[in-house]
């Protein structure tokens, strides 16, 4: 896999990309934080940009099915960095409308970037090596994660957000360069031009009786919600956690916690789940991130609260691959584009709910019952999940056996 250029070059453009967008995001805030007084509205503005990737996701989706991937991946790397001359403007005359702007563009070269990014992984990596890939490509952008945010931590006390915003130019500028050089053979899709106009509840209607007939991308879909749960709240739970503590210097320790653990778990998944992801594995491997939402309960002591983060992160860092290498192969390849543009689109709006709702519970009933119950949702969702994959394997082996001879 290593001896394949193209792949090289996609997780070059990942790795410096993704650093530079974590970069930004630490001058988004700060930025807010000086211009914003109200969290309510600062809250909005960040997510704008998902927002309006909600709208757009059917109508990308179905562009990127039809169009080459290698074009999107350009387009959408000249939009970021026509946002960051936003950004600038933004900077220069403190003004709010201009990083609308920025958040906007943004968010709408996400919604196509994405997807297609996740489309073009099994186009240049051959099928047998798709969790390895898929491993990589979780391990990077945790790591970019880690040194972007650190970095734009370190830039801020000595540095100007021009300064920061440069960092994050150079970075997308990286990426339009390597995308250049990726070959790919692949021919446009002909477009129907009788076709119906493409919406949400069009590509929906499309793509559910397809999903339907595989049911390890149904039950991969689901079994991602008990680390959706976790990480929506994340961020909120780590400063409750160093509050909890009285200790600032947790937020850090827990969040190198999870991220080393995540490179655990990539590296487990492509050893152990190459060949076979079995769903009795993937049932345990959820498990364990409900173990780790409980454990929870025990923050307040600070080992429990490494143990718990580390727990997680060794869960998420194997499932997240074996689950989208799933969705690659099973999902047939003309519907790729559409799949990933909804999946993301959904996942937004599931992130953004959970948050709110890890929010509301933290000001009402604390962190404590909070935790406890996201961990007993968990583990009654995933056993409800298991029953019923038992239950119908049980009555298709039954009605095989009833079969004539």
Not at 116 to 140: D, G
Not at 202 to 227: C, D, H, N, S, W
Request: hydrophobic share 50%; glycine share 8%.
């Amino acid at each position: 896999m290593w001896r394949n250029r193209n792949f090289i070059l996609l997780m070059f453009g990942l790795a410096v990309s993704s650093t530079g967008l974590w970069v930004g995001i630490i001058g988004n805030l700060e930025f807010l934080q000086k211009n914003v007084e109200s969290s309510f509205l600062q809250a909005l503005i960040i997510l704008s940009g998902f927002l309006v990737g909600i709208f757009l996701a059917p109508m990308a989706g179905r562009v990127i099915d039809r169009s080459i991937k290698r074009n999107i991946l350009i387009y959408a790397g000249i939009a970021r960095c026509i946002a960051i001359l936003f950004m600038y403007m933004a900077i220069s005359e403190n003004s709010v409308w201009w990083m609308l702007a920025y958040t906007f563009v943004i968010g709408i070269s996400g919604t196509f970037s994405n997807p297609a990014m996740q489309t073009m992984i099994p186009l240049i990596v051959p099928k047998k090596q798709l969790l390895e890939a898929n491993s990589v490509n979780v391990n990077i952008f945790t790591g970019a994660r880690i040194v972007g945010t650190a970095l734009g931590g370190v830039m801020l006390v000595g540095m100007s957000l021009f300064s920061l915003y440069t960092v994050t130019l150079i970075s997308y500028v990286l990426l339009l360069i390597s995308t250049f050089f990726i070959k790919v053979d692949e021919e446009p899709k002909k477009v129907d031009k009788k076709a119906k106009k493409e919406n949400f509840i069009t590509t929906i209607r499309e793509l559910y009786p397809i999903v339907r007939k595989q049911p390890m991308v149904v039950y991969g879909i689901f079994l991602l919600m008990p680390a959706f749960l976790f990480l929506a709240g994340f961020n909120l739970m780590v400063i409750e956690i160093s509050e909890l503590q009285d200790n600032p210097g947790i937020k850090g320790i827990l969040y190198t916690t999870e991220g080393f653990c995540v490179f655990i778990g990539t590296f487990l998944a492509s050893k152990f789940f190459k060949d076979n992801p079995k769903l009795t594995y993937m049932f345990a491997i959820t498990f364990i991130i409900a173990t780790a939402q409980t454990t929870l309960f025990l923050a307040d002591h600070p080992m429990m609260s490494i143990f718990s983060f580390g727990l997680f992160g060794l869960a998420a860092g194997t499932l997240f691959p074996v689950v989208t290498t799933i969705f690659q192969t099973e999902v047939p390849s003309d519907y790729h584009g559409r799949f990933f543009s909804i999946k993301g689109m959904v996942d937004n709006i599931i992130f953004q709910a959970l948050m709110l709702l890890t929010g509301l519970f933290l000001d009402t009933i604390g962190f404590k019952y909070m935790v406890i119950g996201f961990g007993a949702i968990s583990f009654l969702f995933v056993t409800i999940i298991m029953v019923r994959h038992l239950t119908t394997t049980t009555r298709k082996k039954g009605k095989s056996v009833a079969l004539p001879r």
